[in-house]
């Protein structure tokens, strides 16, 4: 693919449209349609080809120490900003000139910390319509992975890394979990011109309505994520993000049933009053408790959006602004209250 082309030819679509595909409710839809894109042409060259998901949110604490970074997979950070190791060492790429696919860590030879999965368990528990849920991924997850890889993920030509289809994979995956939720038709919000957006809104570039991306494993979105369908649909944080150790798996939730009902309500509101959603531990609180706390670690605040990246995206300062305050409110409060994370 790589040398045929098609990598210079999905960084420019990704270039040309970006103004139509972030900041606005287009977000999810189109990128799912652009993921199904280029996992068709390649498999052209490998008809069992499946594009793979980065579970990035189990890396959040340390990103630059995850094994897709490692020269085994897509490789790290870039030696003179130039990728040397993994998948892509030593490519030139051809858009938007000719250059090496550049890699530069935001922290030099780390990346500050991403957003934790808690974080993300609760975006997606807290909102029940498109517009919210899209801004708040978007503004948090989506930007810290670009922002923290640097170099060409850090540009309109992120595409050009492939390490922006892994994200947005796993970015996918995240809507497919939420959908699954009793999302499954929600779209509102507005496109790219402040219309509102609808399942017949017709999708940039493609022409595609959005109602075609809105169900996987149906019609041209014929692809699944690992676990099926009865899997994703369980409520319970494991099933955002996999636990390092294995064996948490089925504790990951143990310490958010032990915080404070308050808590509990405010940012965890499925968990509240006690109530274990599907595919949650059903141990008690005081057993719960005791596993989570001998065993976790306090959550760390995650780098905010620079101002370049707002500017880039002509997001709502005021938006960006209130959620950059949450997220970091979120933190204090879980912390406040003793939580620690498996993560």
Not at 44 to 55: E, I, K, S, T, V
Not at 184 to 208: A, E, I, V
Not at 263 to 281: E, Y
Request: net charge neutral; with cysteine.
């Amino acid at each position: 693919m790589h040398q045929e082309g098609w990598f210079e030819y999905y960084a420019n679509i990704h270039n040309r449209e970006f103004g139509n595909i972030h900041g606005n409710d287009n977000f999810f839809p189109w990128h799912r349609r652009f993921l199904r894109d280029f996992e068709e042409v390649a498999q052209r060259y490998d008809r069992n080809f499946a594009l793979p998901y980065w579970d990035e949110l189990r890396d959040s604490r340390s990103p630059a120490s995850s094994v897709v970074l490692s020269s085994r997979f897509i490789g790290g950070n870039g030696f003179g900003s130039c990728v040397r190791d993994g998948l892509q060492s030593n490519w030139n790429m051809g858009f938007p000139s000719n250059h090496c696919l550049v890699r530069s860590y935001d922290r030099g030879s780390q990346m500050q910390p991403w957003y934790s999965p808690e974080y993300i368990f609760s975006i997606m528990q807290r909102y029940n319509d498109m517009h919210n849920f899209r801004e708040h991924i978007e503004y948090s997850l989506h930007g810290s992975v670009h922002l923290g890889m640097g170099g060409d993920m850090s540009t309109y030509w992120s595409a050009n890394d492939f390490a922006f289809w892994l994200h947005h994979a796993n970015l996918d995956r995240l809507w497919a979990q939420w959908q699954s939720w009793g999302h499954g038709s929600t779209m509102d919000g507005q496109n790219q011109n402040g219309s509102p957006m609808s399942l017949g809104s017709r999708l940039p570039h493609y022409g595609d309505p959005v109602s075609s991306t809105m169900q996987i494993g149906s019609g041209r979105m014929c692809f699944q994520y690992a676990g099926g369908s009865s899997r994703r649909s369980a409520k319970a944080m494991s099933f955002v993000a996999e636990p390092p150790n294995s064996s948490e798996d089925g504790n990951a939730d143990a310490g958010l049933h032990a915080l404070p009902e308050h808590l509990r309500k405010k940012w965890f509101p499925m968990l509240a009053n006690g109530q274990a959603p599907s595919g949650a531990p059903m141990n008690g609180t005081r057993s719960i408790q005791s596993v989570s706390r001998a065993s976790g670690k306090p959550l760390l605040y995650p780098a905010p959006l620079t101002d370049m990246w707002v500017s880039m995206h002509k997001f709502d300062r005021n938006s960006v602004s209130q959620i950059m305050d949450e997220a970091r409110q979120f933190v204090a409060e879980m912390n406040g209250a003793k939580y620690l994370s498996p993560y």
